[in-house]
């Protein structure tokens, strides 16, 4: 069993917001992983992030539902990124200033980094470039 899988904003928002594309393919495989690995590990930055987005885009409600699985979850682990990290992020953002990377992507690359995580639960394309294996692969 592999040790532990990061988890996105993208995968975070698929599971919450039903019109999105991915939708159907997030809760097909979330409980998958819940059994297939030992932990998901989210960041407080993608916390934000993705609290943030389906707030706008989806409101209160789906919000506090996001947050609630999130923390309901005993297998969800909240990263809490420290100074240093942030600082390995921005030299992330530096060598790869040809990627359209957000800052949140890179924190999340460098936190995967730091703890060996090579999985990602991400509809985003930037894990892949980054070099680490996206869950569901596209």
Known sequence: MPRKIFVDTSAWYALMDKSDRHHEASWKIFPELIVRYEGLVVSNHVLGESYT?????????AAWKFMNLVRQNAKVEKLFTPENLEQEAYAVLKKYADQDFSFVDAVSFVWMQALKIRDAFSFDKHFSIFGFVRIPEF
């Open 53 to 61: 987005l389906i707030r706008c885009a989806l409101g209160h409600e």
